[in-house]
């Protein structure tokens, strides 16, 4: 086991400064321990660890943008037609707390929405904590597109197709739209899908929202169509039906 010490001198070499004081302004409020952060996932945006908070006896995920290597041109891309962040201006810090924010909101639709996905709690700057998936040790569920789909059987196969693509209907129904969901931004937890990675969705309405829904569908669908499962007309169906 790491002292506190060293794990800090750690969050040293990967945090700037102004990410370190928002983790501990959070650690502050006791919405987790900072000696028990564990990384979980290094991606091009973003830096996914868990924690565990005392208070509540679990564990929860942190996601942290990172402020200094994020494309955030190609963020403001993708964020600029969401006319929820309309009066958004092109600045780098501005526009990455801007997708920690949106991602945190659609959270929030996406449980309204009656899906399973992440329960959001906080955000903060670039810093957003929410419901860990997983197993208490830390271990995270499985990403869908590791998960062996001919270990289910076939009671399981068919509940877990529907899952997916009821979910995706439902979204749509609460004006929201996934925008990256493939078997990379899926979970699987007692053999039901969870969908994860919020930050691209932008409400249905919207007008790049059919084209985005219409993609969901078909990366959605791919993973099945490898494991031979299924027509995509059918998957299409399920989703329009919600
Ligand atoms: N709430 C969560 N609980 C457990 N693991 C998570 C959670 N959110 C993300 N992860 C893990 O972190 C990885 C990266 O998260 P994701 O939100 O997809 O970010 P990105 O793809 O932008 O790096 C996921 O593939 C998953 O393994
Ligand atoms: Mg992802």
Not at 51 to 65: G, S
Not at 144 to 150: A, G, H, M
Request: net charge positive.
């Amino acid at each position: 086991m790491r002292s506190s010490k060293e794990r800090f001198k750690t969050l040293h070499g990967i945090f700037d400064a102004f990410t370190i004081k928002t983790l501990q302004s959070l650690s502050s409020k006791q919405m987790f321990e900072l000696d028990t952060l564990s990384p979980i996932s290094e991606g091009k945006e973003a830096y996914v660890l868990s924690a565990l908070r005392e208070i509540r006896e679990e564990r929860v995920a942190l996601k942290v943008y990172f402020l200094q290597t994020a494309d955030f041109n190609k963020m403001y891309y993708y964020i600029k037609d969401d006319p929820r962040f309309a009066s958004l201006i092109k600045k780098r810090r501005k526009v990455i707390m801007a997708w920690a924010s949106r991602e945190h909101k659609n959270l929030h639709i996406a449980r309204e929405a009656g899906i399973l996905s992440p329960t959001p709690y906080i955000v903060k700057n670039n810093v957003l904590i929410m419901q860990f998936i997983g197993k208490e040790d830390g271990k995270p569920c499985p990403l869908l597109t590791n998960v062996s789909f001919s270990d289910f059987n076939e009671k399981e196969k068919e509940n877990f197709f529907r899952e997916c693509f009821r979910s995706i209907g439902k979204l749509r129904k609460h004006d929201l739209v996934h925008g990256d969901l493939s078997s990379f931004n899926v979970l699987v937890k007692d053999d039901a899908p969870v969908f994860i990675d919020f930050s691209h969705a932008t409400p249905y309405s919207c007008h790049m929202g059919k084209q985005l829904y219409e993609r969901d569908l078909k990366n959605m669908f791919q993973y099945f169509n490898k494991h031979r499962y299924g027509s995509f007309e059918e998957a299409k169906k399920i989703a329009d039906k919600e």
